[in-house]
């Protein structure tokens, strides 16, 4: 069975960049293609970007400048970078297995804080 | 992009009920359509896939119907886990969007 576990610190200053790590365990990174999502407190689910194993991306185009998806296929992990981060982008950030037939695997979420 | 408007944005239902939410889409695509369940302080959870089939351990209560702009999540009989928010989202092309949520309410 798989399963997705997100790292990363917890809060982050303004203006810095947000590091987050998905290690994904039971399933090859090989296999479908890996997503973050994110969910403001209070707000609705909004799709940040996704990676395939070769290292083709697609990102969200609000923060497409913003954004770098890498995946380490030898660690089994894939990691988002979020530069230029305000209070806007304080969150719970959530990565998950996808594909045509939705993202049918999600990690438990982690929060994220912006603030000084 | 494809944008998805969810509505209602919030319904109030007793035990038993039967509770319809749509889902529509800004542009016509197939039917690679996605309904989600969210409990508070959860992750979500998939419940329907490709418009219509339902998600391996999902109860048959739940059911998905639609194709081309206007998809449907229907449950047939509200029990009380149902409470939750319910999101679509579809899975057709890049970006990947999600509806704005509905949440299912205790009357």
């Known amino acids: 069975q798989v399963q997705l576990q997100e790292s990363g610190p917890g809060l982050v200053k303004p203006s810095e960049t947000l590091s987050l790590t998905c290690t994904v365990s039971?399933?090859?990174?090989?296999?479908?293609?890996w997503s973050w999502i994110r969910q403001p407190p209070g707000k609705g689910l909004e799709w940040i970007g996704n990676i395939y194993y070769s290292g083709s991306t697609n990102e969200t185009p609000s923060l497409k400048s913003r954004v770098t998806i890498s995946v380490d296929t030898s660690k089994n992990q894939f990691s988002l970078r979020l530069n230029s981060v305000t209070a806007a982008d304080t969150a719970v950030y959530y990565c998950a297995r996808g594909s045509v037939y939705g993202m049918d695997a999600w990690g438990q979420g982690t929060t994220v804080t912006v603030s000084s | 992009d494809i944008q998805m408007t969810q509505s209602p944005s919030s319904v109030s239902a007793s035990v038993g009920d039967r509770v319809t939410i749509t889902c529509r889409a800004s542009?016509?695509?197939?039917?690679?359509l996605a309904w989600y369940q969210q409990k508070p302080g959860k992750a979500p959870k998939l419940l329907i896939y490709a418009a219509s089939s339902l998600q391996s351990g999902v109860p048959s209560r739940f059911s998905g119907s639609g194709s081309g702009t206007d998809f449907t999540l229907t449950i047939s009989s509200l029990q009380p886990e149902d409470f939750a928010t319910y999101y679509c989202q579809q899975a057709n092309s890049f970006p990947l969007t999600f509806g704005g949520g509905t949440k299912v309410e205790i009357k």
């Open positions: 542009q016509a695509f197939g039917n690679w």
């Open positions: 039971g399933d090859s990174i090989r296999s479908y293609y």
